[in-house]
């Protein structure tokens, strides 16, 4: 099958889910880089202070300083966009086939024939994807075998029906008509059960 089947069209596909994972990864990046802000802060810009005072007049220092925490401010907007950006692809991976899972099971139970599911190389869930296509093996099957059993239960009324219907009956004919539908049913109540 082609690859442009599988292409992703659309990157939100279960917007909650990815929007609320996107934002556990947002919240570890913006942890992650206020932490970093706020040691580089706390540990160098005393320093750094104290050092350039004697080089420096005093409102200088602080225009350097504040030009310093604005590029510090302004260097965390990447880290924010990567995340968010690794977010919702990272997320895709698992919401794409959800999504796709979800779509192909309610089909299932609506009673539509379905095909096997194909993910894409890399996303998740694929495992369950092939539990999923075994069982639709497993259902077709039995479709099958119930097909064939009713078409059998079909022919042995059709038989009694010819049977019963003669001017005089061949009795065990019929007797045996009734024991091969009574087989019928119970072969398809084994199927179903």
Same mark, same amino acid.
């Given at each position: 099958?082609?690859?442009? %089947?599988? !292409?992703?069209?659309?990157?939100?596909?279960?917007? %909650?889910?990815? =929007?609320?994972? $996107?934002?556990?990864?947002?919240?570890?990046? =913006?942890?992650?880089?206020? =932490?970093?802000?706020?040691?580089?802060?706390?540990?160098?810009?005393?320093?750094?202070?104290?050092?350039?005072?004697?080089?420096?007049?005093?409102?200088?220092?602080?225009?350097?300083?504040?030009?310093?925490?604005?590029?510090?401010?302004?260097?965390?907007?990447?880290?924010?966009?990567?995340?968010?950006?690794?977010?919702?692809?990272?997320?895709?991976?698992?919401?794409?086939?959800?999504?796709?899972?979800?779509?192909?099971?309610?089909?299932?139970? !609506?009673?539509?024939?379905?095909?096997?599911? !194909?993910?894409?190389?890399?996303?998740?869930? /694929?495992?369950?994807?092939?539990?999923?296509?075994?069982?639709?093996?497993?259902?077709?099957?039995?479709?099958? $075998?119930?097909?064939?059993?009713?078409? $059998?239960?079909?022919?042995?009324?059709?038989?009694?029906?010819? /049977?019963?219907?003669?001017?005089?009956?061949?009795?065990?004919?019929?007797?045996?008509?009734?024991? !091969?539908?009574? %087989?019928?049913?119970?072969?398809?109540?084994?199927?179903?059960?």
């Amino acid at each position: 099958m082609a690859d442009n %089947a599988y !292409k992703r069209k659309t990157y939100l596909v279960k917007r %909650a889910f990815q =929007l609320k994972y $996107t934002g556990v990864i947002l919240l570890f990046i =913006l942890m992650t880089v206020f =932490l970093a802000g706020a040691t580089t802060y706390y540990a160098v810009f005393p320093y750094l202070s104290e050092k350039l005072a004697n080089v420096y007049p005093q409102n200088r220092l602080i225009s350097i300083l504040s030009d310093a925490n604005l590029k510090l401010l302004y260097s965390s907007v990447i880290p924010i966009v990567l995340a968010v950006w690794i977010g919702i692809m990272l997320s895709h991976r698992i919401a794409g086939p959800w999504s796709r899972l979800e779509t192909m099971l309610n089909d299932i139970a !609506k009673g539509n024939v379905v095909k096997a599911i !194909k993910l894409r190389k890399g996303d998740e869930l /694929q495992s369950l994807a092939g539990a999923i296509n075994r069982l639709i093996d497993r259902l077709e099957i039995h479709k099958e $075998t119930t097909a064939g059993q009713m078409k $059998t239960a079909q022919e042995n009324i059709e038989l009694l029906k010819e /049977q019963a219907s003669r001017p005089n009956p061949d009795l065990v004919a019929i007797r045996d008509a009734v024991i !091969k539908l009574q %087989a019928s049913l119970d072969s398809f109540k084994s199927v179903i059960s």
